[in-house]
């Protein structure tokens, strides 16, 4: 018998692309039994209806406000009947059967509660997006100060170590992965009253691997692409709104400022 995974999909004025990545996923997932949610975060337009229309598989929950990213994925938390369940952006398009992959991968791997592929772009190159828990410098060097802070955002992203094969991490990109279910619902999913959008993926990661006692790692042996569009280096909006996302979760994580063995004498 097949292995029941979910998926949930937040759409919020998406509609081109959302269509898009329901279409990717339900051709290309054949080898687990699969239930897809969207959840509209009260588009402007009857994004939900249309979607629901076109495919009529998918289990179509519309919300009657914006509460952000985490709250809308939340919403599935007392739906779920799965074995694993799948965060994934309107912005993933898959082709291949990424949803079994990782499904093997973590069945092999019971002390794996969390799993990321390969995050790519549409010219297939990496978005690098397996990282180490963040620190003030490397997230002011990801925006600001690039050239000054590299050696910093360098091992925030990891690229000091062998990312040709499973390793693990301490934060996963919310633009997709997978959880074991039971693990989702008992941290009773992501923290919407703290994180509107942005880190509330650094948070779950982190409740995954301390509040969980489960593994968190990057499996590049299989791969999603993401349109990525980078809002937050567009719109003055999202902008300040990732800002104000930084202070929260230094606020409830701890400030740290930057990373012990990168001092003086580090070889990282």
């Known amino acids: 018998m097949a292995i029941k995974v979910s998926g949930c999909i937040v759409n919020y004025n998406s509609y081109d692309k959302c269509r898009e990545t329901v279409r990717s996923i339900l051709s290309n997932t054949k080898g687990v039994e699969l239930t897809l949610y969207v959840v509209d975060n009260a588009s402007k337009e009857d994004e ?84 180490r828990n963040p620190t003030v410098k490397a997230l002011v060097g990801r925006h600001l100060f690039k050239k000054k802070l590299e050696r910093e955002v360098r091992h925030y992203q990891m690229l000091d170590e062998d990312l ?39 948070d779950i990661t982190r409740r995954v691997i301390n509040h969980a006692h489960s593994r968190a790692v990057y499996y590049p042996y299989t791969y999603v692409t993401h349109l990525w569009t980078r809002a937050s280096s567009h719109s003055l909006k999202y902008f300040i709104i ?25 070889n990282k």
Not at 173 to 184: A, K, N, V
């Open 242 to 266: 990732l800002v104000q996302g930084m202070f929260k979760y230094f606020g409830k994580w701890g400030w740290q400022i930057g990373y012990p063995e990168l001092k003086d004498g580090g």
């Open 48 to 131: 939900l209806e249309k979607l629901k229309n076109e495919f009529p598989e998918i289990v179509a929950i519309q919300s009657q406000w914006n509460g952000g990213f985490g709250a809308g994925h939340n919403q599935v938390l007392h739906l779920l009947d799965s074995k694993y369940h799948a965060i994934i952006n309107p912005d993933i398009l898959f082709d291949r059967d990424v949803l079994t992959e990782l499904v093997e991968y973590m069945e092999q791997n019971p002390d794996i509660g969390l799993v990321t592929p390969q995050i790519r772009n549409e010219d297939g190159t990496d978005q690098q997006l397996g990282k």
């Open 164 to 202: 040709t094969k499973p390793i693990d991490i301490q934060f996963s990109t919310g633009c997709f992965f997978m959880l074991r279910t039971e693990i989702f619902q008992r941290l009773r999913g992501f923290d919407s009253d703290t994180f509107f959008i942005y880190y509330e993926d650094m």
